[in-house]
């Protein structure tokens, strides 16, 4: 059965509207507020609801106008329902419903954290069950996908997420935020030192992380030997980046942070790989913004290759928030006949999206 599904995304900083029929990707719009979260070094969800609220009607249109469909040829509906920031899900979730009872298509709610996973199905070909690693700004979680829709939580930070490790550590440093790519790119520049950061919460049975004591280390580390002098300066969005030895010890300090996450994250993925019940695990995915760490991306590959299981990671583009996965993972819904009635709530941070 053709099935036609416009996916929206506003869980978070980005507006982003899509369209998947047959499970590929028809058009996409999708607009950023980061610049202006980045003026305040994180996002102001005040301040995202009220451009998501401006931006989704005309992004829709965009999206139609750009595809060359008509809004009457939608079958479905998919909507990021949750986990997100409350007054940015209501505004997706409201236009969801309302364009459902206007055009009389279906309705399915989508988990974010589920769509972040199931994302690279619009690139590669999915296989269940998959241990899944998604690492974001304000996730970390490892997950049995044994379905698109059964996904138990192996595991989850119980403070900061790897991406907020990242951030944390940029704006100490002097970089732009969000820092993750930023200290990517500086890390592959330097050379990285095994012991200068710690590799934490390691040391106990469960599959939880804990990042928060990583972004002390760097504070303690900064605080003895002097910041290498990076300086972001938000509102012109200029970055002056130090140069000679002192660009090379901020280099070799991010190829050192990062080394630590991955190593972190890695670790804990070997250990669900090794633990009981995961010899049927076809295949390891990693999704997330996080996922388009050049380092994390090489680890996972070889992890996934020396167990002998796929290795499933959606490009760079696909990695961060945005309205593609959501329609994807709501066609991978409707197909087996699922949806929700106009009853549909948006759920928040801190509450299970079933
Ligand atoms: O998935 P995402 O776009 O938004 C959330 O749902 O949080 O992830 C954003 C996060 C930010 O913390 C950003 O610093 C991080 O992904 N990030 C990276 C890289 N690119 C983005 N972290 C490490 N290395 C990267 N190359
Ligand atoms: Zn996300």
Known sequence: M??????????CDDTSLA??????????????????????GGVVPEMASREHARLIGPLCDKLFYDAGVSPDAVDVVAVARGPGLLGSLLVGVAFAKAFT???????????????????????????FPALGLLVS???????????PVVMPVLG??????????????????????PAGRHIDELANEGRASANLFPRPYLDNDTLDFSFSGLKTAMSVYLAAHGKPGANWDPASGETILPQGEARATLADLCASYRLAVVETLIAKTRKALESGGMGDIA?????????????????MRDLAA???KRFLAPSPALCTDNGAMIAYAGWL???????????????????TVP
Do not use: W
């Open 2 to 11: 053709s099935l036609l599904c416009l996916g929206i995304e506003t869980s």
């Open 137 to 147: 700004g304000g996730h970390t979680h490892l997950c049995r996908m044994e379905s």
């Open 19 to 40: 369209l998947v029929k047959d499970g590929r990707l028809v058009g996409q719009a999708t607009s950023s507020q980061v610049e202006l979260h980045a003026l305040f």
């Open 283 to 299: 295949a390891l995915a990693l999704a997330g913004g996080v996922a388009s760490n050049s380092l994390l991306r090489q680890s």
């Open 101 to 127: 009872l206007g055009r009389g298509t279906r309705l399915v709610g989508v988990n974010h954290l589920h769509a972040h996973l199931l994302a690279v199905g619009l690139e590669q070909e999915l296989c």
């Open 306 to 308: 020396r167990f002998g």
């Open 156 to 177: 989850r930070t119980l403070d900061d997420a790897a991406g907020e490790a990242f951030d944390k550590a940029g704006k100490m440093l002097g970089l732009p935020y």
């Open 333 to 351: 819904l409707a197909r087996q006949g699922l949806c929700h009635s106009l009853d549909l709530e948006a759920i928040p941070r801190g509450r």
